[in-house]
């Protein structure tokens, strides 16, 4: 499984340094430049997720449409063409042309969907879980190398590494991607159980709603972050405060991985991380003045965001049906990115420390009570996946006559013929039928 991901996993850590690098020092050197206002700062910040969250349902679809490989490639020629504008910016009106220019290239939900489709369903969990750790590690990546180098070296490196690593993404995508296998897909034509998809329905809002409100927390906290910082340290030693609160995110992601895959318990883990998100607020709302408990606070902040890194992006492929995968977490996607846009346009209104330590019971007092509405949303909305298993059966064992009644079958949740690798796929809900059940009913005479 893992060497069937790893170009898309690479591409996605690349694409994510690219777009997350800025993110440690950005605010504070912007706010240095020429016309620097409340609204410019916030654009420049927050442009290209403002166009991640418009364009990534178009991409999503158009690459359910015309195949995955090709709208990757597209996406990523636009966001190469961006980061060349940022990295040869001269002012800041250039800087928010390019960010916007980089936000139209929208593939994040498109490489999800690429790893869904390259898995079989009983691996896609622990596939989708890897992608979010990917997205994680990125975001590490970008925290360290981004304040160094941004600290040394200004904007400009940032986005010529940016450029870099967006040239060997393309690469990646041309060489070693394949083109999307050719799928014929059946819904059931029986009355099917309306409860269960309106449950479902509510659990894909509620999730993109949650991806929404994480891309806005890690946005803004990582737009005031550095400001805060820069009242006790230099620049170049922000890492100091990001590489353990790095490693916290490291060290809490695997045994609540484990716990919420292995044991069913995702539900659990992510009440769990919205909780962390409320201790982090608290810490950084009462000692905003002592750089230690606001450390910890951010620490606890990177563990939380970890967690439902690999969470969210698991989750949401448990209920994205085939047909509309590339659609579904397409606008889930779009819903981080909105997220992202908002928390970057707050965070530029807060560009001076003057003002964060004016507001700050305002600003984290908010936010904590954002997060007690976020627990009880998704302790009421969210509800457990329904046991389901697939089975993978060669099209030529199969009885084309038994075929085109499979979907009348009750039971069957969906099913699809992989014409290029000629499997045929179910996915059938385990409390009303079996795998044997499924066998009889398509070799019958």
Same mark, same amino acid.
């Given at each position: 499984?893992?060497?069937?991901?790893?170009?898309?996993?690479?591409?996605?850590i690349?694409?994510?340094? *690219?777009?997350?690098?800025?993110?440690?020092?950005?605010?504070?050197? %912007?706010?240095?430049?020429?016309?620097?206002?409340?609204?410019?700062?916030?654009?420049?910040? *927050?442009a290209?997720?403002?166009?991640? $969250?418009?364009?990534?349902?178009?991409?999503?679809?158009l690459?359910?449409?015309?195949?995955?490989?090709?709208?990757?490639?597209?996406?990523?020629?636009?966001?190469f063409?961006?980061? +060349?504008?940022?990295?040869?910016?001269?002012?800041?009106?250039?800087?928010?042309?390019?960010?916007?220019?980089?936000? +139209? *290239?929208a593939?994040?939900?498109l490489?999800?969907?690429?790893?869904?489709?390259?898995?079989?369903?009983?691996?896609?969990?622990?596939?989708?879980?890897?992608?979010?750790?990917?997205?994680f590690?990125?975001?590490?990546?970008?925290?360290?190398?981004?304040?160094?180098?941004?600290?040394?070296?200004g904007?400009?490196?940032?986005?010529?590494?940016?450029t870099?690593?967006?040239? %060997?993404?393309?690469?990646?995508? %041309?060489?070693a991607?394949?083109?999307?296998?050719?799928?014929?897909?059946?819904?059931?034509?029986?009355?099917?159980?309306?409860?269960?998809?309106?449950?479902?329905?509510?659990?894909?809002?509620? +999730?993109?709603?949650?991806?929404?409100?994480?891309?806005f927390? $890690?946005?803004?906290?990582?737009?005031?972050?550095?400001?805060?910082?820069?009242? #006790? &340290?230099?620049? !170049?030693?922000?890492?100091?405060? #990001?590489?353990?609160?790095?490693?916290?995110?490291?060290?809490?992601?695997?045994?609540?991985?484990?716990?919420?895959?292995?044991r069913?318990?995702?539900?659990?883990?992510?009440?769990?991380?919205?909780?962390m998100?409320? !201790?982090?607020y608290?810490? $950084?709302?009462?000692f905003?003045?002592?750089?230690?408990?606001?450390a910890?606070?951010?620490?606890?902040?990177?563990?939380?965001?970890?967690i439902?890194?690999?969470?969210?992006?698991? &989750?949401?492929?448990?209920?994205?049906?085939?047909?509309?995968?590339?659609?579904?977490?397409?606008?889930?996607?779009?819903? *981080?990115?909105?997220?992202?846009?908002?928390?970057?346009? !707050?965070?530029?209104y807060?560009n001076?420390?003057?003002k964060?330590?004016?507001?700050?019971?305002?600003i984290?007092?908010?936010? $904590?009570?954002?997060?007690?509405?976020?627990?009880?949303?998704?302790?009421?909305?969210?509800?457990?996946?329904?046991?389901?298993?697939?089975?993978?059966?060669?099209?030529n064992?199969?009885?084309?006559?038994?075929?085109?009644?499979?979907?009348?079958?009750?039971?069957?949740?969906?099913?699809?013929e992989?014409?290029?690798?000629?499997?045929?796929?179910?996915? #059938?809900?385990?409390? %009303?039928?079996?795998?044997?059940?499924?066998?009889?009913? !398509?070799?019958?005479?």
């Amino acid at each position: 499984m893992f060497l069937k991901i790893l170009p898309f996993l690479s591409i996605l850590i690349f694409r994510f340094i *690219g777009l997350f690098i800025v993110l440690p020092v950005i605010s504070l050197l %912007i706010a240095a430049m020429p016309h620097a206002n409340v609204l410019n700062v916030g654009l420049a910040i *927050g442009a290209p997720y403002l166009f991640q $969250m418009i364009c990534q349902p178009i991409f999503g679809r158009l690459s359910d449409k015309y195949g995955r490989k090709p709208i990757l490639i597209l996406g990523l020629l636009i966001f190469f063409i961006g980061s +060349i504008i940022c990295m040869l910016e001269t002012s800041i009106y250039y800087l928010i042309i390019g960010r916007c220019v980089q936000g +139209i *290239g929208a593939i994040g939900g498109l490489l999800t969907a690429l790893v869904a489709d390259s898995v079989r369903e009983e691996k896609r969990t622990s596939a989708m879980a890897l992608m979010g750790v990917g997205i994680f590690i990125s975001f590490v990546v970008a925290m360290i190398l981004g304040s160094i180098l941004g600290g040394h070296y200004g904007l400009n490196s940032l986005f010529t590494l940016t450029t870099i690593v967006t040239i %060997i993404s393309l690469l990646i995508a %041309i060489i070693a991607v394949k083109p999307t296998p050719k799928i014929k897909y059946a819904y059931p034509t029986h009355d099917v159980n309306i409860a269960i998809e309106k449950e479902i329905q509510r659990s894909i809002f509620a +999730i993109s709603a949650s991806g929404f409100i994480e891309k806005f927390l $890690m946005i803004l906290t990582f737009s005031l972050t550095p400001i805060i910082l820069n009242e #006790y &340290l230099e620049k !170049i030693h922000f890492w100091y405060v #990001y590489l353990p609160a790095v490693f916290t995110g490291i060290f809490v992601l695997g045994p609540t991985s484990i716990f919420s895959e292995k044991r069913g318990r995702s539900k659990e883990v992510l009440l769990l991380s919205i909780l962390m998100f409320f !201790i982090a607020y608290s810490c $950084m709302a009462f000692f905003i003045d002592n750089i230690i408990v606001f450390a910890v606070g951010l620490a606890v902040f990177f563990g939380a965001f970890s967690i439902q890194e690999a969470l969210l992006q698991s &989750l949401i492929s448990k209920y994205a049906k085939a047909k509309y995968r590339g659609a579904i977490i397409g606008d889930f996607s779009a819903a *981080g990115f909105g997220g992202s846009f908002v928390g970057a346009m !707050i965070g530029g209104y807060f560009n001076s420390y003057e003002k964060i330590a004016l507001n700050h019971w305002f600003i984290f007092g908010s936010l $904590m009570f954002v997060m007690l509405l976020w627990f009880f949303f998704v302790y009421s909305t969210i509800k457990k996946p329904h046991v389901t298993h697939t089975i993978y059966i060669p099209i030529n064992q199969a009885k084309i006559k038994n075929l085109e009644s499979l979907d009348t079958l009750d039971g069957i949740m969906e099913w699809y013929e992989n014409l290029q690798e000629n499997i045929l796929t179910i996915k #059938y809900n385990t409390e %009303i039928l079996d795998s044997a059940h499924i066998q009889d009913f !398509i070799n019958r005479e």
